[in-house]
């Protein structure tokens, strides 16, 4: 992270262009405010260790902007399944409304039908009707039609009882999403206060940083000096990784050359004395050897090539180096969070996690330093074929250098700092460049 000062005010980045998202579904919906309130609490478990200080710090003022994104985001999501829930509702009382129609059109065709039965309610008019018939044919006419009215009467009678229950529940299922309307409603309302809340919380603790100007510059000069230490460290083993590498590939195809000079040799007949290593040949191999060695990239054999390629190929799905936490500090340059006119540059990012939070290894490799850096604690460096991760502000580290890890492999704890912060640091490499983690990073 390079910190620095400006004569002007900063002027803002260009804003990303918000893509247009298909609608969610509702059940996406309710999916997604469970995860947003499990974050809440994540992040109030967080923010409560950095209060435990009883004083203001950038820490705090993280993990309560982070509360305050969350919270709009549950906002949001409430708001999103209200318009699903009156969308509903009207559509229920829609088909309640067509219900009832079919209810009355069926009742009263029923009316008919009984005031009709009722001129041939007795067996004497029945028989009449019968009897009264011309012929054989007219007379099992008059039977079939007097059986078919029968039945129809009783189809009438029970669609209207099947159709009447269906209104009963689709009154019933009305009035749930009513009540449940309400209670979304209750609620939406609830977390609008809790987000006014920690709004007036978050001017508070800007309010007495801001006194505290002072200190926060001293703070931020020795974080810088504490991560150009970081920087001059990873640049440095980063170098020392590639001219390695190069000078393990150049005895390899040194190695190999001679083998060739010796079977051709062998196949001519001539004495093996006569491909023994030469001041020449030393030479030549020493100018080769340093010749890879100005190489800007590491030279990779075909395993760490395969791990390369895997490490690669999960770009946007690595998992988080801690279980819990949220990124406190982006990637790349951004204000300071109080200061104004002072711009911080950061090389990863920064997770804000729980105290005593166990860092992980985001990919299996090999781990390539364990140092301990001034400002930064104790930090690692894991190499994954050509890429590196740096995993920065530990506590302690539970594995060692050459050691192999594997993915989520916890290898040390994070630490907090004397205001009650636990953060991580966590940086992407490709040979000697700086990658953003978050496009590295999975979705938490």
């Known amino acids: 992270m390079v910190i620095m000062l400006l004569a002007g005010a900063v002027s803002p980045g260009l804003a990303q262009r918000k893509r247009s998202a298909p609608a969610k579904s509702k059940t996406q919906l309710e999916r997604e405010r469970r995860a947003t309130l499990k974050r809440i609490k994540e992040t109030s478990r967080i923010l409560a260790q950095t209060q435990e200080k009883k004083q203001a710090s950038v820490g705090q003022l993280n993990a309560i902007q982070e509360k305050l994104v969350v919270q709009q985001g549950v906002i949001k999501n409430i ?4 318009r699903y829930i009156e969308t509903d509702v009207q559509q229920t009382e ?75 529940n689709q009154l019933a299922g009305l009035q749930e999403k009513k009540q449940e309307k309400g209670s979304l409603l209750n609620t939406q309302l609830s977390e609008k206060k809790t987000l006014t809340t920690l ?35 990873i640049a440095l083993r980063v170098r020392e990784e590639i001219a390695r590498a190069a000078r393990e590939a150049a005895r390899r195809a040194a190695a190999a050359k001679a083998r060739t ?10 004495s093996p004395s006569t491909t023994s290593r030469t001041p020449a040949s030393e030479a030549a191999e020493d100018a080769a050897a340093a010749k890879a060695e100005r ?16 490490f690669n190929e999960n770009r946007g799905s690595l998992p988080w180096p801690v279980g819990k936490g949220f990124i406190s500090q982006r990637f790349g340059r ?12 950061n090389r990863g990012v920064d997770i804000q996690t729980n105290s005593g939070e166990p860092v992980r290894a985001v990919f299996s490799g090999k781990v390539l330093t364990v140092a301990s850096v001034p400002g930064m604690g104790t ?12 995993y920065a502000k530990l506590r302690s580290a539970s594995v060692g250098e050459g050691q192999t890890v594997s993915a989520k492999q916890s290898i040390g ?24 983690p978050e496009n590295w990073l999975g979705r938490k």
């Open 79 to 82: 708001s999103s399944e209200l």
């Open 94 to 168: 829609g088909q309640v409304q067509q219900t009832r129609q079919s209810l009355t059109r069926l009742k009263a065709e029923y009316g008919r039908l009984i005031y009709t039965a009722s001129k041939t309610a007795n067996g004497y008019n029945r028989l009449m009707f019968l009897f009264a018939a011309e012929s054989f044919n007219q007379f099992l006419l008059r039977l079939r039609y007097i059986r078919q009215y029968t039945e129809v009467r009783q189809a009438q009678a029970a669609q209207i009882t099947r159709t009447e229950q269906h209104l009963n």
């Open 199 to 233: 709004k007036v919380q978050q001017d508070q603790v800007i309010t007495k940083l801001t006194q505290q100007e002072e200190s926060l510059r001293k703070e931020l000069v020795a974080r810088q000096q504490a991560i150009s230490r970081l920087d001059n460290l």
């Open 261 to 270: 000079a010796a079977t051709a040799a062998a196949a001519a007949g001539r």
């Open 295 to 310: 190489v800007d990239r590491v030279t990779l054999t075909p395993e760490s090539a395969k791990l390369a390629a895997s």
């Open 334 to 345: 951004h204000n300071h969070p109080v200061l104004k006119n002072v711009v911080v540059e």
């Open 379 to 390: 930090i690692i460096m894991v190499q994954h074929g050509d890429y590196f991760t740096v």
């Open 413 to 436: 704890t994070v630490s907090t700092n004397s205001e009650g912060t636990s953060e991580v640091q966590f940086q992407v490499w490709h040979n000697s460049a700086n990658l953003n």
